[in-house]
T-cell receptor, first 114, second 113 residues
Framework: EAGVTQSPTHLIKTRGQQATLRCSPISGHTSVYWYQQALGLGLQFLLWYDEGEERNRGNFPPRFSGRQFPNYSSELNVNALELEDSALYLC?????????????FGPGTRLTVL | GNSVTQMEGPVTLSEEAFLTINCTYTATGYPSLFWYVQYPGEGLQLLLKATKADDKGSNKGFEATYRKETTSFHLEKGSVQVSDSAVYFCALSESGGYQKVTFGIGTKLQVIP
């Protein structure tokens, strides 16, 4: 069974540009979560999508947004990039229903803002 | 709100030493508890989990027991190897439909030969 995949592996942008990160969940999983792992700050919850809807978001400004497609893959968009957006962005997926509570993580996208 | 507290490290051990990484949590309800491991340059991998009080999760020689009375989920391994060098994250998942996971800060483990 294929795991969670993310693309690209690395992304280099300059301040003010936009970044788009992509995530494909494990087959059959309907929920996708996005996390930011910045140096020294641990993992911070960004967004949760389930069945195509945004269910919750963490304490991040509106320039962090995303969407989930009908095939349950997801996209994270970061507008007006700032230097402090440099981080590893992790996507995780979870199976349907409230009885499945384990999230499975992808390898991440390393975003560098210059 | 929910929170997870774990030692920040780094923890440096010699090969075959005993490992304990402490983790305590604050949560409403009855969360599930997890340990994730992150090897250098990689994403997080689920190491083990426990879903109710007194459950013991185990995998690859690692163990952790869900202690509701002390709100703890300490990670242990009897004999560490160099290949265990990684960052270990304790986490909890809220019960119910939201399923947000709250992570600890992560503990870096370095095992030297």
């Amino acid at each position: 069974e294929a795991g969670v995949t993310q693309s690209p592996t690395h992304l280099i942008k300059t301040r003010g540009q936009q970044a788009t990160l992509r995530c494909s969940p494990i087959s059959g999983h309907t929920s996708v979560y996005w996390y930011q792992q910045a140096l020294g700050l641990g993992l911070q919850f960004l967004l949760w999508y389930d069945e195509g809807e945004e269910r919750n978001r963490g304490n991040f400004p509106p320039r962090f947004s995303g969407r989930q497609f009908p095939n349950y893959s997801s996209e994270l968009n970061v507008n007006a990039l700032e230097l402090e957006d440099s981080a590893l962005y992790l996507c995780a997926s979870r199976g349907p229903g409230t009885g499945t509570d384990t999230q499975y993580f992808g390898p991440g996208t390393r975003l560098t803002v210059l | 709100g929910n929170s997870v507290t774990q030692m920040e490290g780094p923890v440096t051990l010699s090969e075959e030493a005993f490992l304990t990484i402490n983790c305590t949590y604050t949560a409403t309800g009855y969360p599930s508890l997890f340990w994730y491991v992150q090897y250098p340059g990689e994403g997080l991998q689920l190491l083990l989990k426990a879903t109710k009080a007194d459950d013991k999760g185990s995998n690859k020689g690692f163990e952790a027991t869900y202690r509701k009375e002390t709100t703890s989920f300490h990670l242990e391994k009897g004999s560490v190897q160099v290949s265990d060098s990684a960052v270990y994250f304790c986490a909890l998942s809220e019960s119910g439909g939201y399923q947000k996971v709250t992570f600890g800060i992560g503990t870096k483990l370095q095992v030297i030969p």
